[in-house]
């Protein structure tokens, strides 16, 4: 990912001006610069009526958000419905966004964990069998069932942890989140964070190993 | 102890790893759904800026006429009482030349007041 420098109001008002004078192939050009914004000052454009900064907004952080869907619902059609919720709350709430407010991303984690607690709520735990519509980057074939098969499993047994040590766990190992912003997310301290991953991670171990010589495991 | 807690381990982060490949097949319209979105609410703020901001120049506009207003009725009001009490001395020629310096005396009491008038006409 490409690293973002965080701008101030000024410099986002005096580079969307630029963008405004400039010729549609120095626009092309310029829009790059976008990529370099953080994501407050890729809000604070999109309100001033620049469609691409929304453009890249959705670009950064919507696969984290579905991924995040996918992983909770276990659907995708759920996980993309509830995406796109996710994102029009974003766009609804752009022009009250403060700087001082929470990052984007963790205002959008927040909202998307609400969504599929909601939607959880209104069903039944999900299949494992709606799981097999994915795409898998592993070398081989083997390598392909493999994951999946793991994955089904790892399914399978967080939905037996509590919710917090769920969440935790998830936004930790599979959403790659730092325990800072896992923290903030889920408004509770680093130390409650750890433990809560430390607890649940202890329970997945309980429960994988009973499918270990299933899913082709021969150490001990 | 230590070397079956890191099997363990291993054993775990591989399970997390296979999720992490394990991505989910992206239905080409979500970014465009989304985008969508985002469009259709971003005109709606522009088509409601638009009134906001007229309704703010409406409301200068309006803050200053009604000062104006007040500012000159206060000024009519004291140059009235002025020239009421103090006749200025450019009265005289102005009336002199309009021929309103002599106020008839009018009894308008008699009840016939103004019928040789139109009784002259006929």
Redesign the interface.
């Known amino acids: 990912m490409k690293s973002s420098r965080k701008l101030s109001n000024d410099e986002v008002e005096f580079f969307l001006s630029s963008f405004d004078n400039k010729s549609n192939e120095q626009t092309e050009h310029s829009s790059a610069h976008f990529y370099e914004m953080s994501d407050n000052s890729l809000l604070v454009a999109?309100?001033k009526?620049t469609?691409q900064a929304?453009?890249v907004l959705?670009?950064r952080l919507?696969?984290k958000i579905?991924?995040h869907a996918?992983?909770r619902l276990g659907n995708?059609d759920d996980?993309?419905d509830v995406?796109?919720e996710t994102?029009?709350k974003l766009?609804?709430i752009?022009?009250s966004w403060k700087k001082d407010n929470a990052k984007v991303s963790t205002w959008l984690y927040r909202v998307v964990i609400n969504l599929c607690h909601d939607k959880h709520r209104r069903k039944t735990l999900y299949s494992l069998d709606t799981v097999s519509?994915?795409?898998?980057?592993?070398h081989s074939s083997i390598d392909k069932l493999?994951?999946?098969s793991?994955?089904i499993?790892?399914?399978s047994?967080m939905s037996e942890l509590p919710a917090r040590q769920r969440l935790a766990v998830q936004l930790r190992?599979?959403d790659?989140l730092k325990n800072t912003e896992i923290a903030e997310i889920m408004d509770l301290s680093v130390e409650a964070v750890e433990s809560l991953i430390a607890r649940g991670?202890r329970k997945?171990?309980e429960i994988?190993?009973i499918h270990?010589s299933e899913l082709g495991?021969r150490?001990? | 102890m230590n070397k079956t807690k890191s099997k363990s381990e291993n054993y775990l982060n591989d399970f997390f790893e296979s999720s992490r490949y394990t991505i989910p097949v992206l239905k080409s319209d979500l970014k465009e759904r989304i985008l969508a979105d985002a469009n259709e609410i971003n005109s709606s703020y522009n088509s409601i800026q638009i009134p906001f901001l007229l309704n703010d120049k409406l409301k200068t506009i309006n803050g200053n006429a009604v000062f104006s207003s007040i500012t000159g009725l206060a000024a009519c009001l004291v140059l009235g009482f002025y020239i009421g009490f103090t006749s200025p001395d450019w009265s005289e020629p102005v009336a002199t030349v309009l021929k309103i310096n002599q106020i008839d005396q009018v009894d308008i009491t008699d009840p016939f007041f103004g019928l040789e008038l139109i009784l002259g006409d006929i």
């Open positions: 999109y309100v009526g469609n929304a453009r959705v670009d919507m696969p579905r991924s996918y992983y995708i996980a993309e995406t796109q994102f029009l766009w609804k752009a022009p519509d994915i795409v898998n980057n592993s493999a994951d999946k793991r994955q499993a790892l399914y047994a190992h599979i790659e991670k997945l171990i994988l190993e270990k495991y150490y001990e």
